[in-house]
């Protein structure tokens, strides 16, 4: 069973959602199809192709998830990726580099630590990025819901347009 990407009509994103939800929201005339799976399904005497993000016609408050610090969720939120030169990392080569170093004030938290490989992490040692040299490929932020669901569920579940809503923020 595929899941939906459900955005408010802010398109800000709210959850994924199950196919039953996706075709009630679409049956009440509730939300937007925004993109599709190249798969089709049979609804009446039509063919559809599946939804795979929508988007409510209305606004709706969001709430909001809390994701406790560690390095755990660190390594998950960068997906093993060393965040100065892109290297895929295995389990047992990931190392948490401290962006602004803790000899210099840095603390452990979700916008100051980030997956690095043991070259940039030993580069960059206790200096500042722009002492060595160095620019994070993206800016480490809290991981919210969405990316804790984009970070349990296996490549082949994830549509490529979801990375727009998501904006890759991990």
């Known amino acids: 069973m595929r899941k939906i990407l459900l955005l408010n009509a802010t398109y800000e994103v709210l959850s994924f959602i199950s196919e039953n939800r996706a075709f009630k929201l679409l049956y009440k005339e509730k939300a937007d199809v925004v993109s599709t799976w190249n798969e089709s399904i049979k609804i009446g005497n039509e063919l559809h192709l599946f939804p795979a993000t929508l ?3 209305k606004i709706i408050r969001r709430n909001y998830y809390y994701i ?4 755990h969720a660190i390594v998950k939120r960068d997906r093993q990726v060393c965040q100065y030169c892109l290297k895929k990392l295995p389990l ?3 190392t948490i580099d401290h ?3 803790r000899c210099k004030g840095g603390i452990s938290s979700f916008t100051n630590c980030v997956v690095s490989c043991f070259e940039c992490n ?3 040692a206790d200096s500042y990025l722009h002492e060595v040299d160095m620019e994070l490929a993206i800016k480490p932020m809290h991981p919210s819901f969405d990316n804790k669901f984009y970070l349990s569920h296996p490549p082949k579940f994830w549509h490529e347009d979801w ?3 998501l904006q890759k923020s991990m």
């Open 122 to 124: 030993s580069k960059k």
């Open 55 to 57: 988007k409510l016609k």
């Open 68 to 71: 406790n610090f560690s390095r």
């Open 92 to 94: 047992a080569e990931v």
């Open 163 to 165: 990375d727009i809503f």
């Open 99 to 101: 962006v602004i170093p």
